[in-house]
């Protein structure tokens, strides 16, 4: 359970933001000069730079910090705040333009999160996330938007469960039609598909800063965002941001009626492994009450070994080149049930085709090759090392299977 220096550093400091309740029972070490620049280092890799702000300009860490610490905590967390009232006062007028228009969506992430912290401005994001309550309007979504200014990029349209606008300086308006992208267990995604055409009956308007937002039910929210960590678990992995999600949405408190819903979408979809080692590390490090998990606690080493691949992976799985898509099986069979899912993903339409699905199963494969010699510069080797490595965890925390 002893983690580094740095570490001890980044999740004091978040829990000091985080839960103000509790500072009293927060404590800080002696720290070198090295550990600090440390500490802001991994955290800007994670993107919660802000949420170390507190800790370092009114906390006990206000007359250690090196003052290069401190100036770039407060630089990262000014740009962190003036970009959120951008996207927070953009979040209002697309949702509410389609609103006008009789189309329903619900914010997935972003505002949606960010209302669960205490300063809720120091929460980073860098899109905007709209769930559309019924699929059928997205033409129509689409083309309201680009009426009023947003832009459509054929470039931006690399996901099949989403289109992507762009607004007039750059931000990515990605309008949904699932809340994530197709997993490879076919019975996974016949249930999501139920849960998403049922999503309106989990939807309630909230108060953000004034304005009414429509967003998930708490129970429901709590959901997805275990699905949007999974989606990247899946693919390559996620960073701390993630855990600070689920850790503040569930120390805030769910309703026993929240609680049911989300025990009965996590245990319906069996991902109650995967639940119970994202709260169980929120408990162990991030100062979240193990009275407010709604289930039993992982083993230490379990939540040592999740948290290892958390801060490997940094933010969304971008530190390694050789990280790679999780499988829940082993052998041929698994490398081969993940490569036909990465060919279905690259061609959605296409590969509902019987007859050509062997080209695209060659034209996926140069693509991985390809891209692993010239975009990462590494082997198929490594890559497939790591995703054995990655998988097994997958396998213990039974996956789509508890």
């Known amino acids: 359970m002893k983690r580094s220096v ?30 600090f620049l440390k500490a802001v280092d991994t955290a800007k890799k994670h993107v919660v730079v802000p949420f170390l702000f507190d800790a370092f300009n009114e906390g006990p860490l206000k007359e250690s910090a090196p003052a290069e610490c401190l100036k770039e905590i407060n630089d990262i967390t000014r740009k962190t705040v003036i970009q959120s009232y951008r996207l927070f006062f953009l979040t209002r007028y697309t949702s509410g333009l389609l609103n006008d228009n009789g189309i329903k969506t619900a914010v997935l992430k972003g505002i949606a999160a960010a209302r669960e912290y205490p300063k809720m401005l120091y929460r980073k994001s860098g899109d905007i996330d709209l769930f559309l309550l019924d699929k059928t309007n997205l033409s129509d979504a689409v083309k309201i938007l680009q009426d009023n200014g947003f832009l459509f990029s054929e470039a931006d ?9 762009l607004s007039s300086d750059g931000i990515k308006i990605e309008l949904h039609t699932m809340i994530t992208e197709p997993f490879s267990e076919t019975k996974v995604n016949e249930k999501l598909s139920l849960f998403e055409n049922d999503l309106i009956n989990y939807t309630e308007s909230v108060s953000i800063m004034g304005s009414e937002i429509l967003c998930m039910q708490r129970g429901a929210f709590a959901f997805s965002l ?40 996590v245990n319906e979809n069996k991902l109650t492994g995967f639940s119970e080692v ?15 998990v709604p289930h039993d606690l992982c083993d230490i080493k379990m939540c040592d070994a999740f948290l290892d691949d958390v801060l490997a992976a940094e933010e969304f799985g971008r530190s390694d080149v050789n990280r790679m898509a999780v ?14 899912h990465q060919m279905k993903l690259s061609f959605p339409k296409a590969s509902k085709v019987f007859i050509i699905i062997p080209v695209l199963w060659v034209i996926t ?4 090759l390809r891209n692993n010699k010239k ?28």
């Not at 980044?10 to 090295?34: C, H, L, T």
């Not at 090392?385 to 097994?392: A, D, G, H, I, V």
């Open 327 to 340: 499988m829940n099986s082993t052998g041929l069979g698994g490398y081969f049930k993940e490569f036909h």
């Open 375 to 402: 975009v990462r510069n590494t082997t198929a080797r490594e890559i497939f090392k790591n995703s054995s490595e990655r998988s097994k965890m997958a396998m213990e925390l039974e996956i789509f299977k508890r």
């Open 6 to 35: 740095e570490e001890e550093i980044i999740y004091n400091s978040i829990k000091w933001y985080m839960f103000p309740d509790k500072r009293d029972q927060i404590v800080f070490g002696a720290y070198s000069s090295e550990d």
């Open 278 to 292: 994202i709260l169980s590390v929120c408990v162990y490090y991030l100062g979240l009450d193990k009275e407010k």
């Open 157 to 165: 349209q690399t996901e099949n469960h989403q289109v992507v606008l």
């Open 226 to 265: 275990l699905l949007h960590a999974l989606q990247h678990f899946m693919r390559a992995g996620f960073g701390i941001k993630l855990l600070c999600d689920m850790a503040v949405l569930f120390e805030n408190g769910l309703s026993e009626k929240e609680k049911e819903t989300y025990l009965s979408l």
């Open 365 to 368: 494969l140069f693509r991985f």
